[in-house]
């Protein structure tokens, strides 16, 4: 009996110390609701709608439409001022979301979108940003990303706040978080420089 107590500590003792979290401070109260929060908000964004089959039709016809505006209207008159590119959180963190070291290798390799933007306003959950300047990628002037919620969560896109300056990259429209986002610091604008 003592034997299997024995090996229960000692594995709760090696997981401990493989725990990449353990030196960070317990979450906060606030910063725990704001992550249920963003959980909610995501949950009922993914409830099915009820069936209105009457609607569905006319529904469909009007989104495509609207699909093919989306699309046709920046194809003719081009990207630049004027347009809004939004981009997404990524899926959640978890286990599997552990950071790798912030490298230029590793922005240049994970980024099809990267640019400095200032933040113009800051409305709930959503950042408003005034692109400044481009490294990689097509985005118009103004950009909106979801607000961070601020916790050091690995792979979480950061908290902005209202007149900073921040270094922005994205993949397939989600802002990407471990560090290759961040404020408009000298080391993460080296990385930039350097990957693009």
Do not use: H, K
Not at 29 to 39: S, V
Not at 63 to 84: D, E, F, N, Q, S
Not at 106 to 125: H, K, M, P, W, Y
């Amino acid at each position: 009996m003592n034997d299997a107590r024995d090996d229960d500590s000692a594995l709760r003792r090696v997981l401990r110390e493989a725990d990449p979290a353990s030196g960070l401070p317990p979450l906060t109260a606030r910063d725990a609701g704001l992550i249920r929060e963003r959980i909610m908000l995501a949950s009922r964004a993914a409830a099915p709608a009820p069936r209105r089959r009457g609607w569905l039709i006319g529904g469909l016809s009007a989104a495509t439409a609207a699909a093919a505006g989306a699309i046709a209207v920046p194809l003719m008159i081009g990207t630049g001022a004027g347009g809004v590119t939004a981009l997404q959180s990524p899926p959640a963190g978890g286990p599997a979301a552990i950071c790798a070291e912030v490298s230029s290798e590793a922005l240049e390799t994970a980024a099809d979108l990267a640019f400095r933007a200032d933040v113009e306003s800051i409305d709930g959950l959503t950042v408003v940003l005034r692109v400044t300047s481009r490294f990689a990628g097509d985005v118009s002037d103004t950009v909106t990303v979801p607000q961070g919620a601020g916790v050091g969560v690995d792979g979480a896109p950061p908290a902005f706040t209202e007149g900073g300056s921040y270094l922005v990259a994205a993949r397939d429209g989600f802002v990407l978080g471990c560090g290759l986002t961040g404020e408009d610091e000298p080391a993460l604008a080296t990385v930039y420089e350097q990957a693009f």
